[in-house]
């Protein structure tokens, strides 16, 4: 399998996805914007993968390259393509198929559960996970289920957590490619978040502790990824 994907931020990387294609040995490239990388034609992969970022899907002054973005996506979606989109990558996606997306109420940072819902039990991506896993947040925005997906999965501090739109196409607002290493990196890169008070904030003594965490959610995300290859 060819993938692609797209990097928005230097230090937001496919981590644990990147260990995955490479012992499954699919082919794996990417697009990073923030090095101003052109978007690669839409024939050359089977799945696309849209990672994480600090930006969001409305700050497109600020980031021009977003509008093009959105147009890659669609034609992606279109053109009937496997897509992974991930926290802002997810956002991205359901703001391309009409789902607003928006502050959420909480910011939820560090470690909490996720619990599937009833369809995502059903999924074929998320019926081999657990009902209910622990998995890695950092965000503060979050999107509506868009029109025609299946709403997958929630948390206690965000209802809206993964969506599935015609079985090839999934939305997660959480992260289970994320690696020690990357942690590190939101962390040095985006410090001033953790200094904001929350009930869904955690310390980074807390986050980068929990090697237990960062092993479990890699095992997870290779049975998630498997789902892709059928």
Known sequence: MRIHYIQ??????????????????H?????????????????????????????GVYDEDEYPWLKDEKKFIERSIKS?????????GAQLIA?????????????E??????????????????????????AFHWHGDTFEIPDGAVHTARSEACENQAFVYEDRVV????????????????IE???????????????????LSREDNFNTIEKLLYRFMDRFED
Not at 171 to 186: I, V
């Open 8 to 25: 928005h931020v230097h230090f937001e990387t496919p981590a644990n996805i990147y260990r995955w294609a490479d012992y499954k040995k």
């Open 27 to 55: 082919q794996i490239e990417g697009t990073k914007l923030f090095l101003n990388d052109p978007f690669p034609d839409i024939g050359s992969f089977d799945l696309l993968v849209i990672l994480g970022g600090p930006m």
């Open 80 to 88: 009937g393509k496997k897509i992974l989109g991930i926290c802002l």
């Open 95 to 107: 703001d391309v198929l009409g789902g607003k997306v928006y502050k959420n109420r909480y910011k």
């Open 109 to 134: 940072i560090g470690w909490f559960d996720v619990q599937l819902t009833s369809e995502g039990k059903k999924s074929k991506f998320f019926s081999d996970l657990p009902e209910r896993f622990t």
């Open 171 to 186: 939305g997660l607002q959480f992260h289970l490619e994320t690696d020690l290493q990357t942690a590190k990196g939101l």
């Open 189 to 207: 890169n985006s410090e001033e978040e953790l200094k904001e008070k929350g009930i869904y904030i955690q310390s980074p003594e807390y986050i």
